[in-house]
């Protein structure tokens, strides 16, 4: 079974420039939550998607966007980049029934530096 | 909402000596509790979960971890710790509830050295 993958492994951009991150979740799983590592701080969550729809937002501006299609991949869009938004951004896939969390899979990241 | 305290932000330890890394949560309702290891360059691992039952949790790789809820503690252990066990171990909690409550959060980390 393919696990929760995430592109690219490492992006460089510019400060004021936008990025993209990617997310495939495990198959069948519906939910994907997006969260920033950076030095110092510890996972800090950002965003969870669940059936195509935006379930629950962390405190960060609206500058950090993401979207769910319909196989349940998911983007994370960062515009207007900041020095700050240097960090290793982690996406998680889960599953559950109402009775219970699984528990989160988690990618290997994607590691944003902003120049 | 739920907060998670990693009382250690490091901690060294000799290869074959027993570690204890704490974890304490604050919540005003029930939680399922979570520990991840992370290892340099890598994303999270799941070690171990608690959703109820027994106290005592079993995970992988020799780790275990007891929920007490007088105390709001959900430490990790292992008695005999290895170099390559040598990585960040995030404790996270999640509201039983569900609905928008079911994300989890997540400690600050705490960075466990193992030296020969």
């Known amino acids: 079974e393919a696990g929760v993958t995430q592109s690219p492994t490492h992006l460089i951009k510019t400060r004021g420039q936008q990025a993209t991150l990617r997310c495939s979740p495990i198959s069948g799983h519906t939910s994907v939550y997006w969260y920033q590592q950076a030095l110092g701080l510890g996972l800090q969550f950002l965003l969870w998607y669940d059936e195509g729809e935006e379930r629950n937002r962390g405190n960060f501006p609206p500058r950090f966007s993401g979207r769910q299609f319909p196989n349940y991949s998911s983007e994370l869009n960062v515009n207007a980049l900041e020095l700050d938004d240097s960090a290793l951004y982690l996406c998680?896939?889960?599953?559950?029934?109402?009775?219970?969390?699984?528990?989160?899979?988690f990618g290997s990241g994607t590691r944003l530096t902003v120049v | 909402a739920q907060s998670v305290t990693q009382l250690d932000s490091q901690v060294p330890v000799f290869e074959e000596a027993p570690v204890e890394l704490r974890c304490n949560y604050s919540?005003?309702?029930?939680?399922?509790l979570f520990w991840y290891v992370q290892y340099p360059n890598q994303g999270l691992q799941l070690l171990l979960k608690y959703l109820s039952g027994s106290t005592l949790v079993k995970g992988i790789n020799g780790f275990e971890a007891e929920f007490n809820k007088s105390q709001t503690s959900f430490h990790l252990r292992k008695p005999s710790v290895h170099i390559s066990d040598t990585a960040e171990y995030f404790c996270?909690?999640?509201?039983?509830?569900?609905?928008?409550?079911?994300?989890?959060?997540f400690g600050k980390g705490t960075l466990l050295t193992v030296n020969p």
């Open positions: 996270a909690v999640s509201d039983t509830s569900g609905g928008s409550n079911y994300k989890l959060t």
């Open positions: 998680a896939s889960s599953s559950y029934s109402g009775t219970g969390l699984s528990g989160y899979t």
């Open positions: 919540s005003s309702v029930s939680v399922y």
